[in-house]
């Protein structure tokens, strides 16, 4: 993270961790799901596993870690488990993961073991048969926490054995309150439109959202003009940085800030596509048509449903060799 806002975060820390909510209670929002759950761990031995859906940043992985926190208390380190299901190199690595961790001895004084198993929708079928059978092996010190943004890609049988709760997109009133209570923590002046601002970038995505108070926080005072300032700067000069690593060969620092720009930053698939397109043109390449083309065959291959990260990470690959 070698620009502006990769300093300035580094300096303070990434402030979506440090407001991290640790107890339900905290959690922005979602307050019916909140109260169901904290009814269902009342008493933990009776816990389903759980399914978590909705879209990116609305509290999911967040309120899955506080139920660990809740129900585990002092042993929450050593009893869960997270993985992600879309990083994790096929099932085979998350069987050998959940494998070792629910046979791991001696339990303490807790009920049972928790898995936080997050984009769990990004698995095959065939993974995800794999993954009922772990389930159905491990039922009696185990309990599943699964975690995706659409539920319809999860099979069946894997549905029926959980409690599913819908997160939804958070309002903007609940966001902006959210924000201006970090920009006070955190002593930065902010105005009413600066923060709608932030909220009409983040459609509802909070962690976004709070990425991006953070970088415009560098810029000095959150107002209107400075957010839309930092949401182009961060946008167009980190892809302009991830195409410059990858025509210098550098694949895997490149895929890891692509990464980063869509996880952390909450950048979509096709704005990234779009703006690594105008990156092509700015660099006047000699390669240009071919990077261009490159880039082309990608942007279908996405659109036709082939998994966005595993291709964008192709992408970077192919275009490396273009010398």
């Given at each position: ?8 975060m ?55 870690l ?63 048969t ?15 926490i ?36 970090i ?42 003009e ?47 596509l779009?703006y ?48």
């Open positions: 993270m070698g620009n502006r806002l990769g300093d300035h580094l300096s303070t820390g990434m402030w979506v961790e440090k407001y991290r909510p640790t107890k339900l209670s905290e959690i922005v929002n979602q307050t019916e799901i909140i109260g169901s759950l904290e009814a269902l761990i009342k008493d933990p031995t009776d816990m389903p596993h759980l399914m978590f859906s909705g879209s990116a940043g609305v509290g999911k992985t967040t309120t899955a506080c139920i660990a926190r809740q129900i585990l208390g002092e042993y929450a380190k050593d009893y869960t488990l997270e993985l992600n299901a879309s990083d994790e190199r096929g099932i085979g690595m998350v069987r050998e993961k959940v494998k070792k961790f629910s046979r791991f001895a001696g339990m303490a004084e807790v009920p049972f073991k928790i898995i936080i198993l997050d984009e769990a929708d990004e698995m095959t079928a065939d993974a995800q794999a993954l009922r059978r772990i389930i159905e092996d491990t039922a009696k010190y185990c309990r599943f699964l975690i995706a943004n659409n539920i319809s890609k999860i099979i069946d049988p894997i549905q029926s054995r959980c409690a599913t709760f819908k997160f939804t997109s958070i309002p903007q009133e609940d966001v902006i309150n959210h924000l201006e209570s920009s006070k923590k955190e002593k930065i002046k902010s105005d009413k439109k600066g923060l709608k601002a932030i909220y009409d970038y983040s459609e509802g995505d909070l962690r976004h959202a709070i990425n991006l108070l953070q970088a415009t926080a560098s810029l000095g005072e959150i107002t209107e400075h957010v839309k300032a930092s949401a182009g700067l961060t946008k167009t000069s980190d892809v302009d940085e991830v195409l410059k690593m990858a025509l210098a060969g550098k694949v895997l620092e490149a895929r890891e800030k692509m990464i980063e720009l869509i996880k952390v930053y909450g950048m979509s698939e096709s704005d990234f779009k690594i397109n105008s990156a092509v043109f700015k660099t006047k390449h000699e390669k240009l048509s071919d990077i261009l083309k490159v880039i082309a065959k990608y942007d279908f291959r996405i659109l036709s449903g082939a998994n966005s990260e595993i291709q964008l990470s192709a992408l970077l690959a192919e275009i490396s060799t273009l010398k």
